[in-house]
């Protein structure tokens, strides 16, 4: 089993250090769950030249001004790390032989995603997810920010659920990223749609054509939704298609590192799934479920 999404540091916390022990650390309590090889994607807005690449992407956006102003504020608060550091850690967990891929989450900046690629192009990764967390200035998934979360209260869900899965298809027909994460997070704070097969219709649609894995997410029960991602029926439309799968945590500590990543197994396998998707230095495989 793998888990194929970590975070190093907690979004509370705003500084970066990086350390072998804690890599350690994450592998140890990973294979306590039976978890054999684990992958670190923190969040590409962690690092100053991911900042440097994209420059101050909000203000493109447009919309809202405290909307743009709490972004700002979003990304000082976050990008504290060396990407170089980074990758350096990585690549010393491996070389003293800890079983970790150097991955990175990257969020879709729409218009940027060149600079993104030419960036990325130059550190050795194995894999890269693709993740949506804002909708223009929205981050619709900020549960402790009130307000983000009095966006919902004014939006009408079929419209935010279009525009993140207009979002998600702008992103993975990019093909900068291998894994799309949390396929269907749009529903985290408990909004979805009376009939949402056209977005997962649109979803699995979008994976497929531009030939990428999704992602299995434990995170999503640990939300106000309190299901994974993706649904099932999203789930059983991949599986029909063909799409790859990989299991993940989206762990942000130690603890929870390898977490139901079991029960995301065996919820692939109810879905017919018969293999996940094993990725070493951006290549993919079919490993046996
Ligand atoms: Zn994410
Ligand atoms: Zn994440």
């Known amino acids: 089993m793998f888990d194929y999404h970590l975070h190093l540091w907690p979004h509370s916390q705003e500084d970066a250090p990086c350390s072998i022990e804690q890599v350690a650390a994450y592998c140890q309590e990973a294979a306590s769950r039976g978890v054999t090889q684990i992958a670190l994607t923190e969040h590409l807005f962690r690092f100053r030249q991911g900042r440097e690449a994209v420059g101050p992407f909000w203000e493109a956006a447009g919309g809202d001004q405290a909307m743009s102003d709490s972004m700002a504020g979003y990304i000082d608060h976050h990008c504290h790390g060396d990407l170089d550091d980074y990758v350096e850690l990585v690549l010393t967990a491996r070389a003293q032989g800890l079983d970790v891929l150097l991955g990175l989450e990257v969020d879709y900046y729409q218009g940027r995603m060149h600079e993104v690629a030419e960036l990325l192009a130059q550190y ?84 497929l054509k531009a030939d990428v894995a999704v992602e299995l997410s434990s995170a999503g029960w640990r939300k106000p939704v309190g299901e994974q991602y993706p649904a099932v029926p999203l789930l059983e439309r991949l599986v029909a298609a063909g799409v790859p799968l990989t299991t993940a945590s989206d762990a942000h500590h130690g603890a929870a590192v390898g977490e139901s990543i079991d029960r995301l197994c065996e919820l692939a396998q109810q879905a017919g799934a018969t293999s996940l998707a094993g990725f070493e230095k951006r290549q993919r495989r079919e490993v046996a479920l």
């Not at 919902?152 to 799309?180: G, K, M, N």
Request: glycine share 4%; hydrophobic share 50%; net charge negative.
């Open 124 to 207: 050795p990764f194995d894999l890269l997810l693709g993740a949506v967390h804002w909708v223009g200035n929205w981050r619709f998934d900020h549960l402790d920010d009130p307000l983000q979360m009095a966006g919902w209260e004014t939006a009408a869900v079929d419209a935010c659920w279009d525009a993140y899965t207009s979002a998600l298809e702008e992103l993975a027909a990019t093909r900068v990223i291998d894994v799309l994460a949390h396929p269907d997070v749009i529903k985290v704070a408990g909004n979805v749609p009376s009939h949402p097969s056209e977005w997962w219709d649109r979803i699995a649609e979008a994976s």
